[in-house]
Each structure stands twice: as structure tokens, then as C-alpha cells.
């Protein structure tokens, strides 16, 4: 059976240090758009961490939740695209084909979850910035839409080494660049079609839930709640 | 001559003379033999050392062969090298095992960035000016060398200063060695955020100088005054992993999280509990908690030992500091304080910390011996949940003791170069950048004008090395021989070390080869002190006396032992031994609480300003960074600017709008920022990220936001000298309409998922 990658986030963990966000502009070749774009709402982020308070100070309750692509099995975004641009892989992603996209940003407006990022220019880097590039991924140019792949170049790395070694992939042996950032391993990377692995345990927890996952978008990303100290003399 | 740099030459040579003639001669670029062997396409992973903020993780360089244009032997050409790609964590390093915080992931764009320094460069504009002119190494050091060769004829050695960064490893014994050798006046070690006070508490109850390592992932019960340790304190990343599993790494058992500060700090949205505690009123809530402990009989006052010796009344079970009585001074309900008492008593083991705003008051020495005593008292203190000292190698305890009275040295340079006398003539300067980091009341910037010639290390210019005659640009740190010995974080003894992780880019040369090359050329009692010829000479030397160590190699020889700790990324023991606390010197009688004192009155400048570090800038000396400007700040999520943190209640009243262009000013300055109205603040304290205002500090932060630091007033900590920086009063009002770039719009929503936690 094909793999089906997906993610569990523990928002009991996360501490909203947003070290997933910079680690994945540095593996995917994210361009910054500086101040007066990222003014328009133009800034590309694949992953977010969205921050929520509720209350007034001092009894404010704060609460940190890291929004990337859902990689949903039901995705809005799939059927809008006229040309075929976001389609579903066999294993489960979200694809995006940026040579077959046109522009149109259906997708865009058809995902409730905000994680796609349209190129209004040509992206560029003041030399030597570009020598940072990885090589793995490729630069998206105007005109093209862009979201989370999951880290699909090192999906594929990681699939590809291990078949050339014979072998099957092993559970955490494939970390997307957030997932191996996090210090406080809040994220879960792995195969949701194998029961025993880390990601499928922590999915089954009484504290998983989905992003809206009332839209019956049957996200893959996870979320675990925050959970609250059971101790103490009011419990 | 080998056949590899014969071929060199050549094809360099041929390359060369088939452009000639090709039109314009500024646009040939000449290709040069690789210098290293590589495959393309595939990655190989170098250690490296993150020296981004002084927390000292272990680092991965993944690197790939690419093409990058470089001047060899003064011509411009194009090279295939390994450039770095990413930069992970080490996954076998003890204090960031294999994670990394997002200030270390942006470590690339320090070497890949547009406006460093790619070649020396000496002044030819006015001071300040910014006017350089591009010169060789060899006039630059000429030119170093007859400044210092001129105080040596005339006596003057003392003239010379050395204004750093606090350096730790073999960078430090190499400048230790210049300025004894030179007998010039000792370095002054200058950071912002210098934990110079908890230090110096530490050193007093428990008997060492230094940050505490934290075990959280064993503590069931946490309280942290003020300390952002999820942040940029202390060392984030092994903090951050612990934490990570007081959460939720242990089944059926996690821990409560209890923060104490008058702003929800980055740390404190994740805390179970949050408590709101005036500025500088830390260490009586401390005490407090200690009182009821103490009369509830939960734990006997000499448990608490000598730390709690320290502190005045502390074997009367501190009267003065009853629950009812505390609740009248803070506003916290008594039977708030007496439950967390009963709960921290109740829940081994449990732990406090204390760090950032609440050491950074008049009374701040005290707050931190107040939170040191309550830790003795819940029995924490160098046991397992608890807090330790991390074992230091041969060296000087790392950053500790030669740091104390940072602060303090660079006001007395300023001081002393104001007022003439025995005034440095030679200043050099590495990697501190005090003219942006030191309130303007102190006058640093006008005190290190007056210096005849000052050159700089710098990478970049900033605020302080515009100043300079004479830039020597050092290497980015992936390009550098790099060692270090973590102060905090780990119980092992660490001893990092990596080779460079890529040959230079630039015309650039390593700080401390530099400063070899420099003793050499001065000949005398300093080459002496410096016989090495390379800086990895000197720690080859010192390096493999580690080899005998039981730790994490094992080498028959010293030199297999240097190699595999290259491999390895450094070296580190193969037990846990951290050190267990010793009754340390304390200055005579018990100490008594001063309540804390504010510059301006209430009346005129109503509000506390409180200024923090940033998580992307730190202490601004990451503002460069486009990764890190465009990073949304988690809290605020502005990118790309600055803001000021003010309570709802407070903007109704000031008629301030989300957005509106507010200013903030104390007696000794002013400032105009964007206000960001939240509900995460007190209504008698705005707050203000330290990082941006930069007046000159490359294309991407330069005339970007407002400086907080620069309105600061010098108020310091009473008994140490240290910048109380939260200790100044201000006044706002509203300018204008304004505009603030966030990523996450509106700041009050309720979660879709989580409203019902």
C-alpha cells in the first residue's frame, strides 16, 4: 500500500518560537517579499503560527497553533484547478505542478485554511543570497502558486534511498524541515497508512483534532490539544 | 609545486587571457579550479557551531556543491565550492540535540549576505561618514601594526582597549594572551542582555558565577519570574526541549507552568497559569511564596541553607512577607500566592527561575537572591527536576567571572574617554555593537568618537564600527575554525570545535589569525605569548589534551582524537556531573528589600516601559536578516517593523487606535512606533521589542523602526551596576494615524478548534 503522509501537531508542546517557519523558508527556496508586499498580505509563509487570545489582562489566555497545508484527502483546492496544477498523489500530498499553473488562484480561494501563496513577481535574491538556494527545490516564478509539499523533495529522498538499500522506509527516518526544527518535537511527521507508527499512535489520542475539520476536508494534519495541569487543589 | 595548484594557475592564467579582448573587463569573471573535491548533487553534512546568541548549540551544515563568484589573489572569478545550504541542529551535540531555534536557522544569511564586508576598508570620509576606500590586508595591517607599535614607543600600551563580545574558548585565550603580553588595559566585554545580575546572585547563594542549567524535563512544577527561557534566555533550545517534555513526554504525567511578569512574554502564553506581578516586585512575591511554605510548615527554613541565609528574616519565616500583606504592595490575591505556595511545596520537584525584566531593576539583585532562596527551600537545587551548574573544562569558569561588571566597564570607558585622562588611543572592536545598545545618556557613542583609531573585526557596519578608521573583516562563522564551551544547558562538560564548513567567500581573514599575524609582526614579549602561526594550531594544542577523557570518543592517539572530534562536531563527557551548589561569598549582613526605584515621577511619565528581546532580532544584532524581518514576531506577528504594546483599557483612554502612530518618551528621550493595542500587557506598562532602529546596519534594518534602548534611562542595579533596563518611567500620546504590517490580522479571535479548552 502506498504511503499516506501526515502530521501531528501537540499544541501542549508548541511553544510558538516559530523556528518551523524559518527552517522552512530555508528549505524551500521561500523568496521574501519585503515590507510594502508583505503590507498587501503578499508575505509567503507555507507554514504560520497563529496566535489567539482570549480574555483580558491578567486572566488572558494565550495559544499558539502552526497552520500549514492540510494536505486534506477531500481538498477544495483539487477540483477548481483548470489545469490539473493541484492534484492528488498517490501518496496522499496535495501536489502542486508549478509548470502546469496558470495563475488562476482558484485554489487559493477554494481552501479555507489560508496556506497558499501566490508569485506577483519574480522572485529575487540580492547576491550572494542566492548561493543559500537548495538545490532540491525548485524556484517558483511569477505567476504561479505556491503551498506546503510536505517536504516532498526529502519524501522522495528518503523513498528513494531506501529502496535503493532494500528496504522499507523507517518510522522517523523522513522529517520534513519543520518537523526537524522544533525543539520541542510538537511535530509528528510519518505514515498514516501504518498503524504502528509514531504519527498514527499520537492521531488516536483523545486529545486529536482537525483544523475545520467540520468542512469535511479530511485534513492529514493532526492536532493535538492543549491539555491543562490535572494536579493541584481546585482539581 | 603539486600538479592540482600547477593546473591552477595555468587554467586560471589561460582562462584570463581568452576573455582578454572580450569588451568590458569589469564583466570577465575567470573560473578557477575547484578546491575541494565534491559530487553534485549531493549533500555532505559539516558541524559547525551556532554563534548567533551566546547559548552555544551544536550545529549541521548541510553543504552542496554550487558556483559561487569569489576573489582568489586579488581577481574576481567563479568558483565551484560546497556552499552551505541549511543549518540544522547536531543531533549528537548535549545542548540542542538535533533542534534548533529559528534565530540559528537564519545562521546562513550572515555568510550569504549582500552588504558584508568583503575586503578591508580604511576611512576616507569624515568620521561616521560611512566613506570607505577598499585596501589590501597588508596595508591594512601596516597600518594596525604602526598604531600599536607607536603606543609601544611611547609607553602607552594601557591606551590600548579591546571592546568585545564576551568570548569564551580559545578566542578568548588568544586575546588573553595579546592584551597581557601588550600590557594593554584589560578587554571590556560588552552584550546587552549580559545576565550579569543573576551572575553575580548565583555566584553569592549557590557559589558559582553563572546561568543555571535547567532540568525541566524532569520538574513537575514551574515558576518563572519574568524569565523567557522558551525565548532567548539562557540557552532556549535545551530549555525549549525540556520543556517539551515536562509536557508531554512522560505518560500520565506532566507538569504545571506558572509565569510571574506584568507582560505575557512569548513564554508566558504558554504558561498554565499566568500571574501578573509589577515591575521589580519579583522578589517579595518570591518571599512570599517562601512564607507560606515556611508557615505552613511544608518545608523548614534550613532547608534553604545558605541562599536562604541570605536573605533578611529568612530564619524568622519572613514576617514582612505574609501573603495579606503582600496582596496590599502587588494586587495579587493573597490566596493566589498561598495556593501556588501549597501547590510548588506539594508537587516535587518543583522549580523557579528568574531572568530577563525582573533582574533588570534597582532591587534586581534581590529578586534574584529572593527566587534563589525559594529554590533552596523547594529543595531543587542541583537535583534531578531542579536547576545545576554545568561542569566547565580547564578553561576560566566559561563567561562567568570575567564578565562580571560588563555593563559597568563600558559606562566606565565611557566615562574615562570623556574625560581625557589615561583615555584609550587604540580602541579595537569585535563583534559588540555598544553605540546601539547603550542608553544615549550614557554618551558611549560621543566617549568612542574621541578615540584617535579605532579599528574594527566587523562583518558588517553597524552603529559602532561606522566609527572606525580601519575595518579588518573577520569570516562568517561557517567560513571560521570555531570552538566554544557552553556556560549552560547540558550537564555533560561540551567542549565544541568545528573546521570551517566552507571556504571564504570574500577577502575576509579570521579574527584571531589576525590577531597571531599581528603579534608576529610586533615581535617581542606578544609573539612570545602567541607562538602559534594559525588559529586551528592553537587549538589543536589545547584541544587534544582532552583525549585521555572518558567522553564521547575514544582515540588512540591525540591526533585521531583532533580528527574525530572535527567529525563530531567537539568533544563532551561521557557522564552527567553537573555541579552541585557550594555556599558561596556573600557581602556581609542578610539582604533587605529596597523597593525599586523608577526614573521619572508617576505623575509625569505614568507608565513602565518595558523592553524585551526579541525573538527573531535578540538583541538587535540579528535585525540584518531578511529571513528574520520577514519572520512574524509570534506574539505580534508584525514583520519588517516595530511596535508598542499597549493595554486596551489604557488606548481607550489615550484614544489610540490599533495601527496609530504613538509616542513614548522618558526624561531622557523620545521615540514615535506603531502602537499595538493587546490584551497581553498591564494597563500601566507598554511595552517595546529591543531590535529595530537601527540607524545603520545594512540595506535590510537600516532606518527600519525605533531603538527602546536609546530612551532608557542609566539607572542601574544597585549592588552591581548593571543597566537596570526596565527600570525607566515614560508618557505616551497618540501622533497620528499610522500603519503596522502584521501577518496575522486582527489580534483578539477565538480560536476555531480550541475555544472550549
Redesign the interface.
Known amino acids: 500500500m502506498a504511503h499516506q503522509w501526515g502530521m501531528v501537531i501537540?499544541?501542549?508542546?508548541?511553544?510558538?518560537?516559530?523556528?518551523c517557519?524559518?527552517?522552512c523558508?530555508?528549505?524551500n527556496n521561500i523568496s521574501?517579499?519585503?515590507?510594502d508586499e508583505?503590507?498587501r498580505g503578499r508575505?509567503k509563509?507555507w507554514i504560520?503560527?497563529?496566535?489567539?487570545?482570549?480574555?483580558?489582562?491578567?486572566?488572558?489566555k494565550?495559544?499558539?497553533?502552526p497552520v500549514l497545508c492540510q494536505q486534506c484527502d477531500a481538498a477544495p483546492c483539487e477540483p477548481v484547478c483548470p489545469t490539473f496544477a493541484s492534484y492528488h498523489t498517490s501518496e496522499g500530498l496535495n501536489g502542486q505542478v508549478y509548470n502546469r499553473c496558470i495563475g488562476t488562484r482558484y485554489c487559493a480561494n477554494a481552501c479555507p485554511y489560508n496556506v497558499r501563496f501566490f508569485n506577483f513577481y519574480n522572485p529575487a535574491w540580492?547576491?550572494?543570497?542566492?548561493?543559500?538556494?537548495?538545490?532540491d527545490v525548485s524556484v517558483r516564478s511569477v505567476g504561479v502558486m505556491e503551498k506546503c509539499t510536505f517536504c516532498v523533495q526529502r519524501i522522495k529522498a528518503g523513498e528513494i534511498q531506501a529502496a535503493a538499500e532494500k528496504r522499507v522506509v523507517k518510522d522517523g527516518e523522513i522529517q520534513p524541515?519543520c518537523v526537524?526544527?522544533?525543539?520541542?518535537?510538537?511535530m509528528v511527521f510519518g505514515d498514516l497508512s501504518d498503524p504502528q507508527s509514531e504519527v498514527s499512535r499520537l492521531a488516536r489520542s483523545n486529545r486529536a483534532?482537525?483544523?475545520?475539520?467540520e468542512l469535511g476536508t479530511l485534513p492529514k494534519v493532526t492536532?493535538l490539544?492543549?491539555?491543562?495541569?490535572?494536579?493541584?487543589?481546585d482539581s | 609545486m603539486q600538479r592540482r595548484d600547477f593546473l591552477k594557475i595555468s587554467a586560471a592564467g589561460g582562462a584570463a587571457a581568452a576573455l582578454e579582448g572580450c569588451g568590458n573587463p569589469d564583466h570577465q569573471l575567470i573560473r578557477f579550479i575547484p578546491e575541494e573535491d565534491l559530487i553534485p548533487?549531493l549533500a555532505t553534512w559539516k558541524p559547525s557551531i551556532c554563534t548567533l546568541c551566546p547559548a552555544g548549540c551544536g550545529t549541521l551544515v548541510r553543504v552542496?556543491q554550487?558556483e559561487?563568484?569569489v576573489v582568489r589573489n586579488g581577481q574576481l572569478g567563479i568558483l565551484k565550492m560546497g556552499?552551505?545550504?541549511?543549518?540544522?541542529?547536531n543531533p549528537a551535540h548535549p545542548i540542542?540535540q538535533?533542534?534548533?531555534?529559528?534565530?540559528?536557522?537564519?545562521g546562513?544569511?550572515v555568510t550569504?549576505?549582500?552588504d558584508r564586508i568583503k575586503t578591508p576598508l580604511a576611512r576616507s570620509g569624515p568620521r561616521g561618514s560611512g566613506q570607505f576606500k577598499e585596501i589590501t590586508w597588508d596595508d591594512a595591517l601596516k597600518q594596525l601594526v604602526s598604531q600599536l607599535t607607536a603606543l609601544q614607543a611611547s609607553k602607552e600600551e594601557g591606551r590600548l582597549s579591546f571592546l568585545t563580545s564576551p568570548l569564551r574558548g580559545q578566542r578568548r585565550t588568544v586575546l588573553d594572551n595579546f592584551v597581557s603580553a601588550f600590557k594593554s588595559a584589560p578587554p571590556i566585554e560588552f552584550e546587552f542582555f549580559d545576565n550579569q545580575v543573576i551572575r553575580s546572585a548565583n555566584s553569592q547563594s549557590f557559589g558559582y558565577a553563572a546561568l543555571p542549567t535547567i532540568d525541566l524535563g524532569q520538574s513537575n512544577y514551574v515558576i518563572s519570574f519574568g524569565a523567557d527561557f522558551?525565548?532567548t534566555w539562557n540557552s532556549?533550545?535545551a530549555q525549549?526541549?525540556g520543556?517539551?517534555h515536562m509536557?508531554?513526554?512522560r505518560p500520565g504525567q506532566?507538569?504545571?507552568f506558572v509565569q510571574v511578569e506584568s507582560r505575557?512574554s512569548?513564554?508566558?502564553?504558554?504558561a498554565?497559569e499566568?500571574?501578573?506581578c509589577p515591575p521589580g516586585a519579583e522578589g517579595m512575591f518570591a518571599l512570599s511564596l517562601a512564607h507560606v511554605i515556611l508557615r505552613d510548615k511544608l518545608r523548614p527554613a534550613a532547608s534553604a541553607g545558605h541562599a536562604g541565609s541570605l536573605i533578611d528574616g529568612w530564619a524568622q519565616g519572613l514576617p514582612d512577607y505574609a501573603p495579606e500583606k503582600v496582596e496590599k504592595q502587588i494586587g495579587v490575591p493573597s490566596t493566589t500566592i498561598a495556593?501556588i505556595a501549597?501547590?510548588a511545596a506539594?508537587?516535587a520537584p518543583a522549580v523557579a527561575l528568574i531572568g530577563d525584566a525582573a533582574t533588570a531593576q534597582t532591587n534586581g539583585l534581590f529578586n534574584a537572591l529572593a527566587v534563589n532562596a525559594l529554590n533552596s527551600l523547594l529543595g531543587s537545587v542541583g537535583k534531578p527536576g531542579g536547576i545545576s551548574f554545568s561542569p566547565s573544562w580547564n578553561s576560566r569558569p566559561a563567561a562567568s567571572e570575567a564578565n562580571k561588571g560588563a555593563a559597568n566597564s563600558i559606562q566606565k570607558l565611557a566615562a574615562q574617554l570623556q574625560s581625557g585622562s589615561d583615555a584609550a588611543k587604540v580602541l579595537l572592536l569585535y563583534n559588540a555593537n555598544p553605540v546601539f545598545a547603550t542608553p544615549a545618556a550614557w554618551g558611549v557613542r560621543e566617549a568612542i568618537e574621541k578615540v584617535p583609531f579605532i579599528a574594527s573585526f566587523g562583518s558588517f557596519i553597524d552603529e559602532t564600527s561606522a566609527l572606525g578608521d580601519l575595518i579588518l573583516p573577520d569570516h562568517s562563522p561557517l567560513e571560521s575554525w570555531l570552538d566554544d564551551v557552553p556556560p549552560s544547558g547540558s550537564a555533560r562538560t561540551v567542549v565544541s570545535l568545528a573546521p570551517p564548513a566552507m571556504n571564504p567567500?570574500h577577502n575576509t581573514r579570521s579574527m584571531p589569525d589576525v590577531l597571531l599575524d599581528v603579534a608576529h609582526q610586533l615581535g617581542g614579549d606578544v609573539a612570545k605569548a602567541l607562538p602559534w602561526k594559525t588559529y586551528d594550531e592553537t587549538l589543536k594544542a589545547t584541544f587534544t589534551t582532552l583525549h585521555k577523557e572518558k567522553g564521547s570518543q575514544s582515540a588512540k592517539d591525540p591526533d585521531e582524537f583532533w580528527k574525530k572530534a572535527q567529525e563530531q562536531g567537539g568533544w563532551w563527557s561521557a557522564d552527567e556531573k553537573p555541579l552541585a551548589p557550594v555556599a558561596g561569598k556573600s557581602s556581609g549582613s542578610p539582604m533587605k528589600n529596597t523597593a525599586p526605584q523608577f526614573d521619572g515621577s508617576p505623575e509625569a511619565f505614568p507608565f513602565h516601559f518595558l523592553p524585551f528581546a526579541s525573538?527573531?532580532f535578540y538583541d538587535g544584532s540579528l535585525a540584518h536578516l531578511?529571513?528574520?524581518?520577514?519572520?512574524?514576531d509570534?506574539?505580534s506577528?508584525v514583520?519588517?517593523?516595530t511596535w508598542i504594546e499597549i493595554?486596551?483599557r489604557t488606548a481607550e483612554k489615550l484614544n489610540i487606535q490599533q495601527g496609530d502612530v504613538v509616542e513614548v518618551a522618558s526624561q531622557h528621550g523620545k521615540l514615535q512606533a506603531p502602537a499595538l493595542v493587546?490584551?497581553?500587557?498591564?494597563?500601566d506598562v507598554i511595552a517595546m521589542p529591543i531590535g529595530q532602529g537601527h540607524e545603520n546596519f545594512t540595506?535590510y534594518a537600516s532606518g527600519?523602526g525605533a531603538n527602546p534602548i536609546s530612551i532608557l534611562a542609566p539607572t542601574t542595579v544597585v549592588e552591581t551596576g548593571a543597566l537596570a533596563w526596565a527600570a525607566t518611567r515614560v508618557k505616551l500620546a497618540r501622533i497620528g494615524e499610522g500603519?503596522i504590517?502584521m501577518?496575522?490580522g486582527s489580534?483578539?479571535?477565538?480560536?476555531?478548534?480550541?475555544?472550549h479548552?
Open positions: 501537540d499544541l501542549d508542546r508548541c511553544t510558538g518560537c516559530e523556528a517557519v524559518v527552517a523558508h530555508a528549505e521574501t517579499v519585503g515590507e508583505a503590507a508575505a509563509h504560520r503560527v497563529e496566535r489567539y487570545y482570549e480574555g483580558e489582562f491578567p486572566d488572558v494565550t495559544k499558539f497553533m540580492e547576491k550572494p543570497l542566492h548561493l543559500q538556494l537548495n538545490p524541515a526537524q526544527s522544533c525543539p520541542t518535537k510538537a483534532t482537525k483544523l475545520l475539520g492536532y490539544q492543549r491539555d491543562s495541569w490535572h494536579g493541584g487543589e | 548533487g552542496m554550487g559561487a563568484e556552499l552551505p545550504k541549511k543549518i540544522e541542529g540542542n538535533g533542534k534548533l531555534c529559528p534565530r540559528g536557522q537564519a546562513l544569511q550569504y549576505h549582500p522558551l525565548g532556549p533550545v525549549s526541549i520543556y517539551g509536557r508531554k513526554g506532566r507538569a504545571k505575557v512569548q513564554t508566558g502564553a504558554s498554565d499566568f500571574v501578573p495556593r501549597r501547590e506539594a508537587t567567500l525573538q527573531m531578511p529571513w528574520m524581518q520577514e519572520a512574524p509570534p506574539l506577528t514583520m519588517w517593523g493595554n486596551p493587546t490584551p497581553s500587557i498591564a494597563p540595506r527600519r500603519k504590517v501577518f496575522g489580534l483578539t479571535e477565538q480560536s476555531p478548534e480550541l475555544k479548552r
